[in-house]
């Protein structure tokens, strides 16, 4: 099959999932928070409100967009399709899983794989300030120039730290492709501690990790760092102005960079589709135990439903996780969904962890916020780099 | 397929460096830069310096150009106003233009050495690795001078910013 064909097939496939993945992590996040907070959160728009993306997209797309007179119309139109295109970008560089044969075509699950792969990603993921910065200047108002200013104070000052970390696996790991920066991370200590970086010798990467994750918030503009945006001092922050799908843009570009850093932390220091312990104990059963019983409970609470409709949808979905349990199962299904089942269980869980702080820290003052990162996380990135560099250049 | 990516890239690079000029708006020029650093980025990709190309796209493209953007943001600085063009610029600017183009020319035809057409895919030796090993080990004296001289740099604003200070 030749390249384009193969490459426009997988781009469909990543894009068609990317969006549905940002279309429900909104209301992931709607849910976990309610339910953090003690309420339900939507649940009018279909069953548990899972019809809610949707009707929040047909109202976005309908909704009359509004040009400011004082605005300065090029460039107030350029933001926020700058800040969606660097979001969406680097979606294609990041590998999902391994090598695979489908109907006899051997290809790999990743739209391209190049040799720089993390620093294009980095420096791809960094343009996307500029979308923040001039949506900020070009709405010509008070509060949106300084939510601009402040995001882009904000990320040059993260970018640091956020590179000091990365460097410190990739001495261990020595690549900087994201398929064998996976590969390196084969394999398990005494059977069954993982070789994932942040495990691996000779200097586990956990202080890494840690940073990482901290600037990955503060460059995702996400609580506790979300100066850009502070509702009670600014508005809006950068986009008060937009309104309709220019304001959509800007939502989606943050989801988009928010799954872009977790699948970088995902593949760089947690092991990528590796999965958490070894086959031999049956970490490929997993899936089909999680998923069957998902099923068996559906099914029982359906014998006992609560509510009148739940006879209808409950049996439903219980046919669709047997379903599921059954295709991971069958071999065929177990060499494509495995690598993709382990990779989406890590990044969903630290998407959570996204959502879990969000719902529990405080914003951070202006001033704290560049003083944690040059007083704090740039000294111990470094600290952290050279340590790691001294264990790799001993070992 | 080469040729045309490499002639869109070019085409972009040097319209965005002629808008560069020609704005009279500094975020507008701004912009253009970057238009003209991501181009550029792109065309070293192409001929094989695929380092290069990232550290263009991370270094130039993205951090310096950020702090352009944001110290023009800061200062709010609205159009250029236009000075008054003394005579013997507007008569001998455009004949100067055509002397400077041809000196140029001159210079790529009979100075430097010839050179052979450029062939796509035929330059490997861009990856951090190669680059790495070059740096440390041929390019070591001007790479650790070069850093010396940011240090000046960075100590000589530090302490122009403190003085304002006090």
Not at chain 1, 66 to 88: D, E, G, K, Q, R
Not at chain 2, 18 to 29: G, K, M, R, Y
Not at chain 2, 95 to 119: G, N
């Amino acid at each position: 099959m030749p390249y384009i064909v193969l490459s426009l097939i997988k781009l469909l496939i990543v894009v068609l999932v990317l969006m549905h993945t940002l279309a429900y992590l909104q209301w992931v996040e709607r849910k976990v928070i309610a339910h953090v907070q003690l309420r339900v959160g939507p649940r009018r728009v279909g069953p548990h409100g899972l019809l809610q993306p949707l009707a929040d997209v047909i109202k976005l797309v309908t909704k009359e967009g509004m040009l400011p007179s004082h605005v300065n119309t090029i460039f107030y139109f350029l933001a926020p399709f700058i800040a969606v295109l660097f979001a969406l970008i680097p979606m294609c560089l990041i590998p999902y899983g391994g090598d695979i044969n489908v109907f006899g075509i051997h290809t790999t699950m990743q739209v391209t794989d190049v040799s720089i792969g993390i620093l294009l990603v980095f420096g791809l993921s960094g343009m996307g300030v500029y979308g923040v910065a001039l949506a900020g200047w070009a709405s010509n108002n008070k509060y949106s120039l300084m939510g601009g200013l402040r995001s882009s104070a904000q990320m040059i000052s993260y970018e640091l730290p956020m590179a000091l970390a990365i460097a410190a696996p990739l001495l261990i790991l020595n690549t900087l492709s994201f398929r064998h920066i996976v590969d390196g991370q084969t394999g398990f200590y005494f059977g069954f501690i993982p070789k994932w970086t942040i495990f691996q010798g000779p200097v586990p990467q956990i202080v890494s990790f840690v940073l990482f994750m901290v600037a990955g918030f503060a460059e995702t503009n996400r609580v506790p760092f979300d100066l850009p945006e502070a509702e009670n001092e600014l508005v809006a922050g950068f986009h008060t102005e937009y309104s309709s799908m220019t304001f959509a843009a800007f939502f989606m570009a943050e989801y988009a960079n928010m799954i872009t850093v977790s699948c970088i932390a995902t593949l760089l220091f947690l092991g990528g589709w590796h999965p958490l312990w070894p086959e031999q104990y049956g970490s490929s059963l997993l899936p089909s135990l999680i998923f069957g019983v998902s099923g068996l409970v559906c099914f029982s609470h359906a014998a006992r439903p609560a509510r009148p409709f739940d006879r209808i949808t409950l049996p439903v979905f219980g046919v669709l996780f047997l379903g599921l349990a059954g295709l991971f199962l069958i071999p065929a299904g177990q060499q494509i969904l495995m690598p993709l089942f382990w990779f989406g269980a890590k990044t969903g869980t630290i998407l959570f962890v996204f959502i879990w702080v969000r719902a529990t820290l405080p914003r951070f003052r202006y001033d704290q916020l560049m003083g944690f990162a040059w007083t704090f996380m740039f000294p111990a990135a470094l600290i952290n780099l050279f340590v790691t560099a001294l264990g790799v250049a001993l070992s | 397929m080469d040729a045309v990516l490499f002639l869109i890239f070019a085409a972009i690079a040097v319209v965005c460096a002629l808008n560069l000029v020609i704005q009279t708006h500094p975020i507008a020029s701004a912009l253009s830069l970057i238009g003209v650093m991501a181009s550029l980025a792109a065309i070293y990709l192409q001929l094989g310096g695929e380092f290069i190309a990232a550290a263009q796209l991370v270094v130039y493209a993205g951090a310096i150009m950020v702090l352009f953007v944001f110290v023009i943001m800061l200062l709010n600085e609205g159009k250029e106003r236009k000075a008054k063009r003394r005579l013997w610029v507007t008569i001998a600017g455009l004949p100067l233009l055509f002397v400077f183009v041809a000196l140029i020319h001159f210079m790529i035809l009979r100075v430097l050495p010839p050179s052979d057409s450029v062939k796509f895919g035929a330059f490997t030796g861009g990856n951090a690795e190669a680059i790495g090993i070059k740096l440390f080990t041929a390019y070591l004296l001007p790479f650790e001078v070069t850093s010396v001289l940011i240090l000046i740099a960075i100590v000589g604003a530090i302490v122009l910013a403190r003085k304002e200070v006090d």
